[in-house]
């Protein structure tokens, strides 16, 4: 077992098609899906709508979710009943819904016993003058229905400027929504619950898609978050060092940019780690753009050496 411990689990993501997909996760991370409507790369995921499966060594040709209920040692033996966190890439060729995420206690309620989802976003890429929507305007929950209810978007929705290396955290009750032209690493619990609000009278397969008006009512936080709270940058980091950018009770999130060579000490119960530009190794094995691996719990000391661009995230323990 020792010797597993200090294997590398490399995933094989889950690629999902969506209304509002594109082709960057084909022509640039080279997915190999075909389409061009490929919303998200669940790149480490162990959900029952997207299980990742482990590439090689020991594991090979198992689910993440498996490895994880039958080697709990291997992710610090935590006390949760199923993997916690999921790393995304999403690219957005047209915008997302308005949409809002409960926290654990409704969705424990209202949706089968799921997690609720704190989730976070790194701007990996994106257009000049980008924007994102990041809160609302209502005053009180009154106003909030009211604006809902009467199809008052413009008044209602918040939208804030954004630039590439922005970080932003999403708690549950905020309104948000991905613009067309962004490419985005979204860490975030181990939960697909997403209440739409509004979502531009699209039609998919002839249909619109389902709203959860009341519900999203119900979770929305009022009044928002100021957007000094929402939007941080995170350039112009220390290289070659595992840069902390934001803990929460659910997750803690590191960028690190390798330049030459590094080394640090996994000393969290697990390290979710993606390659979001670049290439180099990882304890002497290669790595690239677009892949995303785990260094499990007692890893000890790790060796990266390239020219690449990480973000990696844990537990909060």
Same mark, same amino acid.
């Given at each position: 077992?020792?010797?597993?411990?200090?294997? !590398?689990?490399?995933?094989?993501?889950? +690629? $999902?098609? %969506? !209304?509002?997909?594109? $082709?960057?996760?084909?022509e640039e991370f080279g997915y190999p899906v075909e389409g061009d409507d490929i919303g998200e790369c669940w790149g480490i995921s162990a959900h029952p709508n997207g299980d990742g499966t482990v590439k090689s060594g020991a594991f090979a040709g198992r689910k993440l979710s498996e490895v994880f209920k039958e080697y709990p040692q291997l992710f610090g033996s935590l006390a949760y009943d199923r993997f916690p966190l999921? @790393?995304?890439? !999403?690219?957005?060729?047209d915008d997302l819904s308005i949409q809002v995420h409960p926290d654990d206690n409704y969705a424990r309620e209202?949706? &089968?016993?799921?997690?609720?989802? $704190?989730? +976070?976003?790194? !701007?990996?890429?994106?257009?000049?003058?980008?924007t994102l929507v990041i809160g609302h305007n209502a005053a009180s929950r009154k106003e909030l229905s009211d604006m809902i209810h009467g199809g008052r978007w413009k008044e209602f929705i918040r939208e804030i400027p954004v630039k590439k290396g922005d970080f932003i955290q999403i708690d549950p009750g905020t309104v948000h929504a991905i613009k067309g032209g962004l490419l985005i690493l979204e860490t975030q619990q %181990?939960?697909?619950? @997403?209440?739409?609000?509004? =979502?531009? =009278?699209?039609?998919? &397969?002839?249909?619109?898609?389902?709203?959860?008006?009341?519900?999203?009512?119900?979770?929305? @936080?009022?009044?928002?978050?100021?957007?000094?709270?929402?939007? #941080?940058?995170?350039?112009g980091l220390p290289e070659n060092t595992l840069n902390e950018l934001y803990a929460c009770s659910y997750y803690?999130?590191? #960028?690190? =940019?390798? &330049?030459?060579e590094t080394v640090f000490e996994q000393k969290y119960p697990f390290l979710m780690v993606s390659v979001l530009e670049g290439s180099g190794t990882v304890d002497g094995q290669d790595v690239k753009k677009g892949d995303h691996f785990i260094l499990p719990c007692g890893f000890g000391t790790v060796k990266m050496q390239g020219r690449m661009s990480l973000m990696a995230s844990t537990v909060t323990s």
């Open positions: 077992m020792s010797e597993m411990k200090k294997e !590398i689990l490399f995933l094989q993501p889950v +690629c $999902t098609h %969506n !209304i509002w997909g594109g $082709t960057k996760l084909r999921m @790393t995304k890439i !999403i690219d957005a060729r209202h949706e &089968n016993g799921s997690f609720g989802k $704190t989730e +976070c976003w790194y !701007i990996m890429d994106c257009p000049q003058d980008a %181990n939960s697909d619950i @997403t209440y739409r609000v509004y =979502d531009y =009278d699209r039609l998919s &397969n002839g249909k619109p898609r389902e709203l959860h008006v009341e519900k999203s009512i119900d979770v929305i @936080t009022v009044p928002a978050k100021s957007v000094e709270d929402s939007v #941080k940058s995170v350039l803690s999130i590191f #960028k690190l =940019d390798v &330049n030459g």
